[in-house]
């Protein structure tokens, strides 16, 4: 059974840092994209970062040189590490995996539109 818990969202002041971490587990260690997204009230899902299987990496421009996205493959957990948050940061972020058949892998990236994500953390950042 896929299971993604997302922790570590909090408040920050602009400027500050934060990492978030997501346990997966139900997934196969071959061929998958994971990746971030943030939902804002009012405004349009956003697909912040990804990472696949071969550990290729996509940001969104928003957070390109802020944000990085790793992982810990033997304990299956994804983390985003947030940089000089800004207020437009704030948001709920939520961390999504789909298994992909190998010969389209290169179809993962921060735009991916997943089919399974958590429950979302919370990070807000007062400026």
């Known amino acids: 059974q896929r299971q993604l818990v997302e922790s570590g969202g909090g408040s920050v002041q602009a400027g500050g840092s934060l990492r978030l971490s997501c346990a997966a587990s139900?997934?196969?260690?071959?061929?998958?994209?994971m990746g971030w997204f943030r939902e804002a009230p009012g405004k349009v899902r956003e697909g912040v970062a990804s990472i696949d299987s071969d550990g290729s990496t996509s940001y969104a421009a928003s957070v390109k040189g802020r944000f990085t996205i790793s992982e810990d493959k033997d304990k299956n957990i994804l983390y985003l590490q947030m940089s000089s948050l800004k207020p437009e940061d704030t948001a709920m972020y939520y961390c999504?995996?789909?298994?992909?058949?190998?010969?389209?892998?290169?179809?993962?990236?921060?735009?991916?539109?997943?089919?399974?994500w958590g429950q979302g953390t919370q990070v807000t950042v007062s400026s």
């Open positions: 139900g997934y196969s260690h071959s061929s998958y994209c």
């Open positions: 999504a995996a789909e298994q992909l058949p190998p010969q389209i892998l290169s179809h993962c990236s921060n735009t991916y539109r997943f089919s399974f």
